[in-house]
Structures are given as structure tokens and as C-alpha cells.
DNA sequence: ACCTGAACACCGTTCAAGT
DNA sequence: ACCTGAACACCGTTCAAGT
């Protein structure tokens, strides 16, 4: 049981560390085993090495999430079919939910994490543009773009939240049991409207977006009275 | 060094377990030491129990979460002073956020935990009867409800972020710094609008409550025609 | 049924020491 | 400067065994 002195290039010879190499270990894990597994001391064991290396380039577990969400915000592009740019602003912020459904921990971390790489801020860069053509003046802009990725964001995270979990179901369907339980005496409204609370019948996402778009388009910044 | 058999009594008789028990130790931790240190194992040990006990009561951290968030809810009343309901609704909605905002990682908890406590759904009725005040269709109201609050917790899980973490001062302003250094070849908008992207002045919660309101009261529930 | 000790399988982060 | 082993201070959840 001597222990082998490990011939000294096991694996051809161990490449440097660096913050790329260990992003791509990250993006590596990520995909394979999802968000909850990239943690430091996994992702170190991925680069033969211990946790506490990390710490030159990676400031934080936070720091490490924010840079796989950054990696997959690259595939978004501006979409260039359809004239109206209402409607091309609709797809891009789709196509950014796309993502973020696709990998619902993401939307969840996104929430918390001021996201500022380069593929964010290419996407918020599209958002202004397509607000621009739309004719919204530039202080409602600022705010407006604020307010789409806010919504498509937690509107992801929301999903996300029982589309993942395991108790899910009896969640949901526990819940839908209380709506329609709702004592009519001291909740009326809740009782009279029922399942359509839940329901998703008809583009409820897109109707959300619509809100948003036209409530953008008229109402001024400064109108404030109260 | 004997092991004193401990007197039967050292506290006076350990109260069983319940639910409710368990909450409100849960609670004082919470409101002690905040909610990251609500975990199984030192709930458990305020009430002088292993973590394995508490699995015959709550069947999950996030369950524990969910009754803090719930409990704190509580203190949520419908605003009977202003005579307009636009108002009522924007004041309901931020005393909903004014606890969040106190107690931000429970925003963000709340994200991603569909709640459904009594106290929540008091809330959701409140909303629905104020809606139907302002003459909302019921169809619409449904689904506004849920788009109000989800931004009301989402705005408050955002700022929860670069309040509660150390890093944000460096955060934010390294994201500051890459709005001003845009470059204006490839992010004409961003450089253009700069600081404004950033900046809170005005009352940019309001404008978004606006927005939203603005945009309910207008949008048709099934004019999608896309 | 309820309660428990102990174990399983992990975490993030820091620090002193090496190269 | 960069890298590391080892340690500190924790986690959630399950399970077999007891009462």
C-alpha cells in the first residue's frame, strides 16, 4: 500500500491556472451537472487542485455563476424579421427568457446578481435601440430597460422556482385546492375569480410584455404628483 | 468527569414539538441572526433537538423560509386614507415592499417559492378588490395581480442584492465604470445614456407602479394577434 | 406515531506555509 | 506572485433504532 509517487505527468503535464481556464472548467461542470454542482471545491477537483487556489482569480461562488449565465447570454441576437420593433423587442426579451428557462437556477441567480458582462450588456444595448426606433424619450428609456429585464427575469425565476423543486406539485396543486377553497365570506375576490389566477390560458407571458410596452410608452417620467 | 446524568428537569420539561413550535423558534432565530442562520440544524438546537426531529413537521428548509415570510406578512393592512384607488393600490403595494426591503433575503426567497400563507393570500384579495375598484375586467385582474407582485418582489430582491452583499460597492461601481467607458462604437446607446441607466433619481418605484397600472388599464387580455 | 443519535455526503472561505 | 494542504465552521437529509 506504499503510496505511488505519482509519475510527474499523469495528465500532460497540468496546464496553469487562470480565470478562463477555470470559467471553462465552470461552463464544463455546468452542463454536465447542472448549477448546483459548480461549486469551488468541485470545480477545483475538475483542475486537479485545491479550493483554495481558486480564490487568485475568483473572487467569490457568486463571481463564478455570474460569469456561466454572462457565457450563454452570448447567443442572443437582435432579431431583424418582423418590422414592427415592438414586436422584434418582444422577441429579443423571448429569446433572453429562452435561456433562462432553459436553465431555471440561472434566472434565480440573475435575480440577485446585477449581471454587467459583456453579453448583458450587448442585450441591453439591443433593448435601447429597438426603444429608440420606438420613439421612447431617453429618460424613459433608462428606466424601461430596467424594468423589461426585470420582469422577463423574475417571470423565468418565478417558473423556474416550480418547474425544479420536487414538491412542486403537491405546491401547486395544494395551492389551487386553497384558491378554490377560498372562504367567499372573507375572501371574495379570490374565490369569485378562482383558477383563472393560476391559469396561463391565452399569451399571458405576452400579454405581460404588452403591459409593460404600452404602460412605457405612456407614461412620463416626471408626472409624479404624489 | 463523570457524566452527570442531567436532572430530568434542567429546563422545565421540554415542550414537545409542533409545527408551531418549531416556527416560532425559527422566528426569534430569524429576527436574531437573520435568515441565513435559519437552518434545520440550529432550529433544532434552540429547542434542544437533533435536526432529524423536525422532519416529522416541516418537510424542508425552504418550508421554514416560506412560514417566516408569511408571518411577517402579517403586518400588511388595506390603506383606507386616499380616495383613489390608484393610489391605494401603489400604497398597498409598497407597504408590501417596505417588508421586503427590511428583511431583503426574504425577497429573494419569495421568488422563488411561490407563497401561499393565509397572509399572502390577504394580500392577493387585497389587490383583486382594489382592481375591481378601478374597474379592471375580472380577466385581466387575474392576471394582474400577479404581474404587480411579482415586480414589487423582484425591485426588492434587486436591491436586496447590492445592499446585503460586500461586494456591491465594488459591484457597482465597476458597473458604473463600464456604462461610462462604453464604447460608442458598439454600445452607442449605453454610452449615450450613461449615468441615467444607473441613476435612481425621481421616484423610479413609482414610475414603475405607474407603468404597470398604466398598462393594465389598457391592455386587452386576448388582443395578442401575433 | 413520534423522536433521536449518528452518519453520509457535502459546502465556502481562510491561513500559514511553501515555491 | 501564485499555489496549496489542511483546517475551521458549518450545511441538508436520511436511516436505523428506540420509546
Known amino acids: 500500500m506504499a503510496k505511488q509517487p505519482r509519475s510527474r505527468r499523469e495528465r500532460p503535464s497540468k496546464p496553469a491556472l487562470s480565470r478562463e481556464g477555470i470559467i471553462v472548467a465552470a461552463l464544463?461542470?455546468?452542463h454536465e451537472e447542472g448549477l448546483a454542482k459548480v461549486t469551488m471545491r468541485r470545480v477545483a477537483a475538475v483542475l486537479d487542485t485545491g479550493p483554495a487556489s481558486l480564490y487568485v482569480y475568483i473572487s467569490d461562488t457568486e463571481d463564478l455563476h455570474a460569469e456561466i449565465l454572462d457565457a450563454l447570454l452570448a447567443g442572443i441576437a437582435e432579431p431583424s424579421s418582423p418590422?414592427?420593433?415592438?414586436e422584434r423587442l418582444k422577441g429579443t426579451l423571448r429569446s433572453y427568457?429562452?435561456?433562462l428557462f432553459e436553465h431555471p437556477e440561472l434566472a434565480r441567480m440573475a435575480m440577485s446578481t446585477m449581471p454587467s458582462g459583456p453579453n448583458y450588456l450587448a442585450l441591453v444595448e439591443t433593448i435601447l435601440a429597438l426603444l429608440k426606433e420606438g420613439g421612447v424619450p431617453d429618460g424613459q428609456a433608462a428606466w424601461a430597460v430596467d424594468l423589461l429585464l426585470l420582469f422577463a427575469t423574475a417571470q423565468a425565476?418565478?417558473?423556474?422556482?416550480?418547474?425544479?423543486?420536487a414538491r412542486s406539485p403537491s405546491d401547486f396543486s395544494s395551492l389551487a385546492k386553497i384558491i378554490e377553497t377560498a372562504d367567499a365570506e372573507t375572501l371574495p375576490n379570490i374565490a369569485r375569480l378562482g383558477a383563472d389566477l393560476l391559469s396561463g390560458r391565452g399569451d399571458r407571458l405576452g400579454w405581460g410584455f404588452d403591459v409593460l410596452i404600452n404602460g412605457i410608452l405612456e407614461t412620463r417620467r416626471m408626472e409624479t404628483k404624489s
Open 157 to 165: 425565476a418565478e417558473k423556474a422556482a416550480w418547474k425544479a423543486s
Open 97 to 99: 427568457m429562452a435561456v
Open 28 to 30: 464544463a461542470l455546468f
Open 83 to 86: 418590422d414592427d420593433w415592438h
